[in-house]
């Protein structure tokens, strides 16, 4: 377990807790990275060397504020056709007939630039850009769409050969200082055409390597160092649709990650990986905050166990992995089986069995023997704070670990 949560702070060793902490938080964060940014971290080692313990909880503190509120603005943009509005109802995880999803068909379907926000995190929206290239599109297109400074970055969507429009838009937004990721779509229609035009001589990766090299190609006269994505719509898993949702998290500014990371969608258990380790690093940065205050005379450790609030936060962590009652009802639904055969799965199900966990109350007990040992705080006050502190780890563990098996279930039955 973590030295800094067993062994509290000496206030005669700063130097070496700031050290200590700066070591552990590392071994927390994901590839993706962490929710604190380089300057946060610096100044909350900082504060614990100099002693000013309240002012590394406060930088803290505000750390976690700025991820839970930051908002994300994704722009959707490419010429008509090319699968725009069906590749952002991929992203915010709905059926192409749901309510509220973006809407599709065979005849331009976007006339002006539409919000989308995601239906579990308002504060991340895809706006659907107007597509180019057909008779009502704009006079001037690409600057008219590219111009508002609210989008984060762009998504340029193609779904043939690389054209005029695609250049155009690249180096519009080139100009403007901002950032896209060239997504070519529909891959998987080109590989069966392919395969139907010349079934002897088809080899699929080097049609695919084919469709690469041609957007490669184009890019290059813009953006010194290109990056294509091939994906499928209908077919997410397959592709390059993993590799350009992790791409665009390690790019996004640190305290953009953490919610867009709880949105991705459970198509690998490399993506629930990611999950669980921002949200353990967030529980940690919490409990972090919260032994340290302990220290203080006039702030003392406070923190009562109260069933049905760690009830709502297991559920909580079963929203974040996908597994709340509406995804569990729609996944049953899309397979064709009951919700019962994918509760089965879930041991996250069980509340009662997770909070009378033997070895969580064994852990409980040591820390807090150790806190109450060298602060004297009321040993029920330390006691109850690493019980809700313990008994989150088990449930982030226990969801993650569910939503594998229902991953698993789902690719065997699909």
């Known amino acids: 377990m973590d030295p800094l949560l067993s062994h509290p702070m000496e206030k005669n060793d700063m130097k070496q807790q700031a050290s200590k902490f700066r070591s552990w938080y590392k071994t927390l964060v994901g590839k993706l990275g962490g929710i604190l940014s ?60 749901e309510a509220g999803s973006a809407s599709v068909g ?48 762009f998504i340029i969507i193609s779904s043939s050969r690389f054209s005029s429009n695609d250049a155009l ?124 205050l302990a220290f203080f005379p006039i702030m003392p450790l406070c923190c009562v166990f109260n069933l049905s609030e760690q009830e709502e936060c297991l559920k909580l962590y079963q929203g974040h992995f996908g597994l709340d009652e509406d995804s569990v009802s729609q996944i049953a639904q899309e397979l064709g089986t009951s919700e019962q055969e994918i509760t089965s799965l879930m041991k996250s199900t069980d509340f009662n069995s997770l909070v009378e966990d033997d070895s969580t109350i064994a852990n409980v007990k040591k820390f807090a023997e150790i806190i109450f040992s060298i602060t004297g705080l009321p040993q029920s006050s330390v006691f109850q704070f690493y019980k809700v502190y313990f008994l989150h780890l088990k449930f982030i563990d226990t969801v993650a670990e569910d939503a594998k098996r229902v991953l698993a279930k789902i690719e065997e039955m699909k």
């Open 38 to 97: 380089q300057v946060s971290l610096e100044r909350i080692v900082k504060g614990i060397e100099k002693g000013q313990l309240k002012e590394a909880t406060d930088e803290i503190e505000r750390s976690l504020q700025r991820s839970k509120n930051a908002t994300l603005n994704v722009a959707v943009i490419g010429q008509s056709g090319s699968g725009k509005s069906s590749f952002i109802n991929v992203l915010r995880g709905i059926g192409h007939e």
């Open 106 to 153: 065979v005849v331009p379907t976007t006339t002006k630039k539409t919000p989308y926000p995601h239906p579990k995190c308002p504060h991340v929206t895809f706006w659907d850009l107007p597509g180019t290239g057909t008779p009502k599109s704009l006079p001037n297109p690409y600057q008219e769409l590219v111009g508002d400074d609210k989008y984060d970055f």
């Open 169 to 292: 838009l690249a180096q519009e937004i080139q100009e403007n200082g901002k950032k896209f990721y060239f997504v070519r779509t529909k891959v998987d229609s080109d590989l069966y055409n392919e395969k139907k035009s010349k079934p002897r001589s088809f080899k699929k990766e080097t049609v695919l390597q084919q469709i690469r090299d041609n957007c490669l190609i184009n890019l290059s006269r813009i953006v010194s160092e290109p990056t294509v994505f091939l994906v499928s719509n209908f077919e997410p898993k397959k592709f390059d649709f993993l590799k350009l949702q992790e791409t665009v998290l390690q790019e996004l500014p640190d305290e953009k990650r953490y919610a867009s990371v709880l949105l991705l969608p459970n198509l690998s258990e490399s993506f629930i990986e990611m999950k669980r380790d921002v949200i353990k690093e967030k529980v940690w940065l919490q409990a972090f905050k919260a032994a340290i």
